[in-house]
């Protein structure tokens, strides 16, 4: 059955001296930990293995990888970004159900153990270890302190849930649910409703899924790839000692600097929903993007629209899945939302749009 699900891809990998070596612009295949398993060439192009023998796991490696990183560099838009080619042995550790990212040496490393299930045969382990160097040549040397040790596992789960989502959108939020979610160990999951406010485990893994589940929703209610270059970005600013709440500062900077605010609203609003900020929460019934075009106030009877020109325009409102719940005209000089329950709305009149979070 399993293998009814090779794929055939193509890489990019090096030709030199009428050989085929596994490693390209991103990474390389070594052997740098034990068990003493050299890399695999070939003098074809033709690099097929089924997951018991030798070659599958690297094929895999090199292709998750790569994707991945030209998906930061030429989508999200971060090209200097992980300036080096980073080296991997996927058959190392000596065989224990572990992987690492290894900063120490020149350059980084990344090792995958073989313990329970190979973890180099898990893109969701792939593409996490691998944001660990993503992170750190966006911030190297900060990684000190308890939160700031936990955002760091919950920002590689973040994208490791991410990637999962391109290949596949099923249960794309239970990470490693290959290597994981069996009789080896429970895996991860960023599929729950745990709040900051609530307080931290004490484990950085498991508060790290408080993390990841935080921009997670940001991702789904701001456009993907707006989403990943603003949190990308502001791992730039990130600093020893640092914690959560101070993580969602650094969002919403990174917000303004690259998209002038325009979707701060929304991030603050999340973070109220999960506890990571206190300030301004309780008395905002109402965040709004794009307020400079929508003319509003807020009464306590709720949202009023207000109509400046008297002319009857259009107006719909959408759920976030973009479902049309309501629509109506507005006639006079203002006109009152219905009650909303809480969530976020898109709201439209004429050809202009404004997310709304209640």
Same mark, same amino acid.
């Given at each position: 059955?399993?293998?009814?699900?090779?794929?055939?891809?193509?890489?990019?990998?090096?030709?030199?001296?009428?050989?085929?070596?596994?490693?390209?612009?991103?990474?390389?295949?070594?052997?740098?930990?034990?068990?003493?398993?050299?890399?695999?060439?070939?003098?074809?192009?033709?690099?097929?293995?089924?997951?018991?023998?030798?070659?599958?796991?690297?094929?895999?490696?090199?292709?998750?990888?790569?994707?991945?990183?030209?998906?930061?560099?030429?989508?999200?838009?971060?090209?200097?970004?992980?300036?080096?080619?980073?080296?991997?042995?996927?058959?190392?550790?000596?065989?224990?159900?572990?992987?690492?990212?290894?900063?120490?040496?020149?350059?980084?490393?990344?090792?995958?153990?073989? *313990?329970?299930?190979?973890?180099?045969?898990?893109?969701?382990?792939?593409? %996490?270890?691998?944001?660990?160097?993503?992170?750190?040549?966006?911030?190297?040397?900060?990684?000190?302190?308890?939160?700031?040790?936990?955002?760091?596992?919950?920002?590689?789960?973040?994208?490791?849930?991410?990637?999962?989502?391109?290949?596949? !959108?099923?249960?794309?939020?239970?990470?490693?649910?290959?290597?994981?979610?069996?009789?080896?160990?429970?895996?991860?999951?960023?599929? %729950?409703?745990?709040?900051?406010?609530?307080?931290?485990? *004490?484990?950085?893994?498991?508060?790290? !899924?408080?993390?990841?589940?935080?921009?997670?929703?940001?991702?789904? %209610?701001?456009?993907?790839?707006?989403?990943?270059?603003?949190?990308?970005?502001?791992?730039?600013?990130?600093?020893?000692?640092?914690?959560?709440?101070?993580?969602?500062?650094?969002?919403?900077?990174?917000?303004?600097?690259?998209?002038?605010?325009?979707?701060?609203?929304?991030? %603050?609003?999340?973070?109220?929903?999960?506890?990571?900020?206190?300030?301004?929460?309780?008395?905002?019934?109402?965040?709004?993007?794009?307020?400079?075009?929508?003319?509003?106030?807020?009464?306590?009877?709720?949202?009023?629209?207000?109509?400046?020109?008297?002319?009857?325009?259009?107006?719909?409102?959408?759920?976030?899945?973009?479902?049309?719940?309501?629509?109506?005209?507005?006639?006079?000089?203002?006109?009152?939302?219905?009650?909303?329950?809480?969530?976020?709305?898109?709201?439209?009149?004429?050809?202009?749009?404004?997310?709304?979070?209640?």
């Amino acid at each position: 059955y399993l293998n009814n699900e090779l794929k055939d891809v193509k890489l990019s990998a090096l030709f030199d001296n009428n050989t085929f070596f596994l490693e390209n612009k991103h990474l390389k295949i070594v052997n740098q930990s034990t068990p003493d398993i050299q890399p695999t060439v070939k003098t074809d192009s033709i690099f097929s293995f089924n997951r018991s023998e030798i070659g599958f796991e690297e094929v895999n490696t090199l292709y998750h990888i790569s994707r991945f990183a030209d998906y930061i560099k030429d989508y999200v838009g971060f090209k200097d970004i992980m300036n080096y080619q980073i080296a991997v042995d996927v058959y190392a550790l000596n065989g224990n159900d572990n992987s690492e990212f290894v900063s120490s040496t020149n350059p980084p490393r990344l090792n995958f153990g073989q *313990g329970g299930v190979d973890d180099a045969e898990d893109a969701d382990v792939l593409i %996490h270890e691998y944001s660990h160097a993503v992170s750190h040549s966006a911030a190297p040397g900060t990684l000190i302190g308890y939160e700031r040790s936990a955002m760091e596992e919950g920002f590689c789960d973040y994208w490791a849930a991410v990637y999962s989502r391109m290949l596949n !959108e099923n249960s794309y939020k239970k990470l490693f649910n290959w290597d994981g979610h069996n009789e080896f160990w429970e895996g991860r999951s960023i599929d %729950h409703d745990r709040k900051y406010s609530d307080g931290l485990d *004490g484990n950085k893994y498991k508060d790290g !899924e408080v993390f990841a589940a935080m921009l997670m929703d940001i991702r789904e %209610h701001i456009k993907d790839s707006v989403a990943d270059r603003i949190i990308l970005q502001s791992v730039y600013s990130w600093y020893p000692n640092m914690n959560f709440s101070n993580a969602i500062e650094q969002i919403m900077k990174a917000d303004t600097l690259l998209y002038n605010s325009e979707n701060s609203g929304i991030i %603050h609003w999340l973070a109220c929903n999960r506890g990571f900020v206190i300030e301004d929460c309780e008395n905002k019934s109402f965040t709004i993007t794009n307020k400079s075009q929508l003319d509003y106030s807020i009464t306590h009877d709720g949202l009023i629209l207000l109509n400046q020109r008297l002319v009857d325009e259009e107006i719909q409102l959408f759920n976030i899945e973009g479902k049309l719940i309501f629509t109506d005209f507005m006639t006079g000089s203002q006109f009152k939302l219905p009650a909303l329950s809480k969530g976020i709305y898109i709201l439209k009149i004429d050809e202009f749009s404004w997310k709304i979070a209640f």
